[in-house]
């Protein structure tokens, strides 16, 4: 069996607001990724299986790549339709706030849900999870937010409620929040759920090829420019960079989700130890960033971009240019060099 994660009265505390509900909502982080949608995606089939009734509430659009998926045309963009998820929320028994630690992650939605009268749920695996929430599971030891769908399904002694749809949904998610276990993915407890995913019945195969290889034209376009203009390798620190403007990305007909993995590309590299993608949004310039080894990507993002995450795969945002965002990357890289990085035991 897997490894025990969960304080019992916590999960008691969360049937009984399953048991009590009636109108559940599910709220995850703004720009969702795989995990994101796919946690959603899972909690809501296992909760509609169960005969309750859900809606899932995104604060904008996700990938294209993505909606594949068992139901996603039935999630609820806020951007698109603010009246009725502003209904929905406020009418909400329980909201589960899935994938992210803290309200501001949600952007406008923020407000509405912390001003709502429902019990709030918190199921996610980022470190330092805010309080607003009056159940929190939080685990970041726990590679996503998918994988603690599952086991918190266990934990309620409902796995057979965990039909095909949910199971896609979750292997989705588990998929693309280690990149395709390439990391964050050593602890074994992983394979046996996907043991059990496939026993249920999914095609991983098929999921892979949903996500990782059917691209739009633009989106290959774009990704080769981004490799051949846009990638510059710092030899030094065993980093690579990669930069894209708004201008650039809408040149190639940019739809929310074609940047999506491409922070991964330059990890190809042998030697490469640090990824950085910063990129020009409508609302700021977003970083991810990924590292091999001993390396704490969260560190660098937290102390240079107001961010955080995991040790190999972390993100943050900074306010001003493009041009200023590399500038204090640079800065960073000379103070936290990923190449002269040896790491500690609590780092590793």
């Known amino acids: 069996m897997f490894t025990k994660i969960f304080d019992e009265k916590k999960v008691q505390k969360l049937e009984s607001y399953l048991n009590k509900g009636e109108n559940f909502v599910i709220v995850t982080h703004l720009s969702p ?5 796919g946690s959603s995606l899972g909690w809501y089939h296992y909760l509609s299986v169960l005969g309750y009734s859900a809606n899932i509430v995104v604060p904008n659009d996700f990938p294209a790549f993505l909606k594949w998926m068992p ?7 806020y ?6 998820a502003e209904r929905l929320i406020r009418e909400a028994d329980v909201i589960f706030c899935l994938d992210f630690n803290e309200s501001k992650r949600i952007g406008k939605l923020a407000p509405f849900v912390e001003a709502a009268d429902a019990r709030k749920v918190m199921i996610d695996h980022h470190l330092e999870p805010a309080g607003f929430c009056h159940l929190i599971l939080s685990h970041p030891d726990i590679s996503s937010t998918s994988e603690i769908i599952f086991r918190l399904v266990c934990a309620l002694k409902t796995a057979d409620a965990i039909n095909k749809e949910a199971a896609e949904c979750i292997y989705t998610g588990m998929m693309t929040d280690t990149g395709a276990f390439t990391y964050n993915s050593n602890h074994p407890d992983i394979y046996l759920i ?10 991983k195969d098929q999921i892979y090829r949903n996500v990782y290889q059917v691209y739009s034209e633009s989106r290959l376009r774009l990704m080769g420019y981004t490799i051949y203009e846009k990638m510059k390798i710092y030899p030094e620190q065993k980093t690579a960079l990669i930069t894209l403007s708004l201008d650039e990305m809408n040149h190639f007909n940019y739809v929310p989700g074609d940047t999506e993995g491409f922070v991964n590309l330059p990890l190809s590299i042998e030697w ?6 910063i990129r020009e949004s409508s609302d700021g310039i977003k970083i ?10 969260n560190r660098f993002a937290a102390a240079y ?3 955080g995450g995991h040790k190999n795969a972390s993100g943050g945002e900074f306010s001003g240019k493009l041009e200023d965002a590399v500038r204090v990357f640079e800065e960073g890289l000379m103070q936290l060099n990923p190449h002269r990085f040896q790491g500690n035991e609590e780092d590793k």
């Open 71 to 77: 139901d996603a045309r039935n999630i609820i963009i």
């Open 79 to 84: 951007e698109r339709h603010q009246d009725y």
């Open 305 to 307: 971009f107001h961010g």
């Open 272 to 277: 490469i130890q640090f990824v950085a993608f």
């Open 33 to 37: 990724d795989g995990d994101a949608i």
């Open 194 to 203: 996907i043991r059990e995913l496939v026993r249920i019945g999914i095609d």
């Open 288 to 297: 991810s960033l990924r590292s091999t080894g001993a390396f704490p990507s």
